[in-house]
């Protein structure tokens, strides 16, 4: 655990996959990096279908945290903040590295490179905000200083509920290879962070609104304060109480598979990382200010 | 550490209407299904509503609509989620339109599918079941459906389920079903049996993972019967 982040984080079995007897196919991990004082939060997420996707999550947080650090580090990210477009670009180099990576792997091990098919998000908190790439679904998004919560990457979702893309999907020799990698560049003070499988967004964000105007639901993005805010001043509890962060994970490792009931009913994996900046106790402040607002 | 007691997370969950999974009904109500095959396809839809509903996560998602087919096509019930409706009973009326009854089906996916998207709704790939015990009226443009359920299976726009009832025009049957969804025959006239496997098959769609392969259990009447039936796998795209 740093200085000035506490990180709850944890990947959980959903229930179906404990009925057919599968491991749990999602990975996340968390660094942070003091010399240059920024952290980088991976999640991937195996595909269902995919035989070997558990393993293909593991490589790619892996292979994200040492690919994506070394590029800030070397492209000097962490000081001052990329034009978006030449992020997406080193973003697309390093995620097919880690691609290559993958095939790798599966020349190695004599499986087919594809039944390694995973997602990845990748959010690095910066001094000056965020920047955030990621391929396939799951959710990410930040709380900044003025108490707004905000989405940092959208999902990319097919046409039906259960389909979007992998890293090893054929995508990476098509032109409009650009539509299926988002990268940002988020210039915001950031207090809060939080990224996720698919598994927990119906608890985690708002994803539908009735519009009484228009008399129809209208799609959102939004992380859902009346979830967040709670857990940030447990967080928040927690850490000055001197709890270690593995009691922490493993305590929220509990409340992902049976905390709330939306999570107990959850058939999917459910991975969930929820950052805190704790170095400003003028911010930190603000955030449990807010939670008693509400 | 102090002795007060340790805080726990919690929170509220978000407030999201789920993901769709509809299930269209295509029934046939021709006169040849008087009597006891009428009801016990109404006590069989019954079981079905029933078996959606004990499934937590299937009763927030699948939506049910049917369709009966007859001399004329009605739209019985408009789809919608278990707990927003009570089941129907049909009445026997006429002969067997049942192509037009199949196209209406198809129309009323697509419709549906607008509805989800313009209301920001994720959805399922919708499942068009077929029941009759007969085949189409002379009349009817089979050829033409043929094409359609196959531009639509192939396309993934649906899955199409056709299941014969006793006396079910079983070549007919092959015509349309696809390689994926082979036609199921009924047990004589054990409906209950079949909604039973339908809203077990069908709540293991409606709570996929994404890309997820869902595999039906074999329904176990199917080697009873000595036609039709096989494996039922839904593989993602």
Redesign the interface.
Known sequence: MDKNWIV?KASVI?N?HIKENLPCQDSHDYKFFSDENFGIAVVS?G????DFSDLGSIIVVKQAIEHFSKLIKTENFYAIPPEENIWKEKSIEVFKNIFEEIKKHGENEKINYKSL?A?AIVVAIMPYGIIATHI??GRAGYLNDKGEWLSCITPY??E?????V?ITSDFWEKENLEQFIESRVIQDSVVAFTLLS??CE???????KFNSETQ?????NNP?S??????I???K??QS??LLETEIDS??AN?LKS????FT?E???KTLLLGIKISNETETEQITQTENAE | ??NLP???????????????CLVLLVLDTSYSMDLDPIKELNKGLIDFADGIKRD??ARKRVEIGIITFDSEIKCIQEPALVDEFTMPTLVVAGTTKLVDGVRTAINFVEARKDWYR????????PHIVLMTDGGPDGDQDISGLVQEIKIGSQG?HFVFMPVGVIGADHQFLDKIAQPDYPPLPLDGLEFGKFFKWLSKSIS?VS???????VTFENPDWINKTGWGGGSFTQ???
């Not at chain 1, 905390?259 to 939306?262: A, I, K, R």
Request: proline share 5%; charged share 20%; net charge negative.
């Open positions: 709850a959903g179906s997420d595909a269902g279908s995919a098919a997602t396939g679904d979702k097919g039906l509920a259960n389909e979007t992998f698919d598994g119906n608890v985690c964000f708002e994803l539908n129809l639901y209208e799609r959102l859902y009346g979830f967040y805010n709670h857990n001043g447990v967080l509890s927690l109480s001197g305590m929220w409340f905390g709330l009931e939306s009913n058939p999917d994996d | 550490m102090s340790v805080p726990t997370f919690g929170g509220e969950s978000a407030k999201n209407q789920e993901p769709r937590p996560t313009k209301n920001g709704l994720d959805y399922y790939r993934k293991s709570k996929s993972a994404t890309n997820e392969k593989n993602p795209l």
